[in-house]
């Protein structure tokens, strides 16, 4: 069983920095793209950025400049480091990953359960 946590969620006031981390543990074999995404209150899910398991990072345009995305293979795990933070970035924020739990399998989209960002004015 393949499962993705999510931490660090925090309060933060307009203009403080988060680093969120999630973590791949279970049965995994090889990690593809990892990718993170957010949920504010009464809006869809939305893409934040997603790397790939050769570390190249692509942003959405809401937050160019002043997330980044980076990865540990070494220990299975994705990072997102928010800085100049707004309060429209409040949401929950999910993470992904594609992973293939054996070498016969092909690769299946696994969710966190997401962690809560609240950035107040």
């Known amino acids: 069983q393949v499962q993705l946590v999510e931490s660090g969620g925090a309060l933060v006031q307009t203009g403080g920095s988060l680093r969120l981390s999630c973590a791949a543990s279970?049965?995994?074999?090889?990690?593809?793209?990892m990718g993170w995404y957010r949920q504010g209150p009464g809006k869809q899910r939305e893409l934040v950025g997603a790397?790939?398991?050769?570390?190249?990072?692509n942003y959405a345009v809401y937050v160019k400049g002043r997330f980044t995305i980076s990865r540990n293979n070494a220990n299975n795990t994705v990072y997102l480091q928010m800085n100049s933070l707004k309060p429209e970035d409040t949401a929950v924020y999910y993470c992904?990953?594609?992973?293939?739990?054996?070498?016969?399998?092909?690769?299946?989209?696994?969710w966190g359960q997401g962690t809560q960002v609240t950035v107040s004015t």
């Open positions: 790397i790939t398991s050769g570390g190249s990072a």
């Open positions: 279970g049965s995994i074999f090889s990690i593809g793209a």
């Open positions: 992904n990953a594609q992973i293939s739990p054996s070498w016969y399998r092909p690769p299946t989209i696994y």
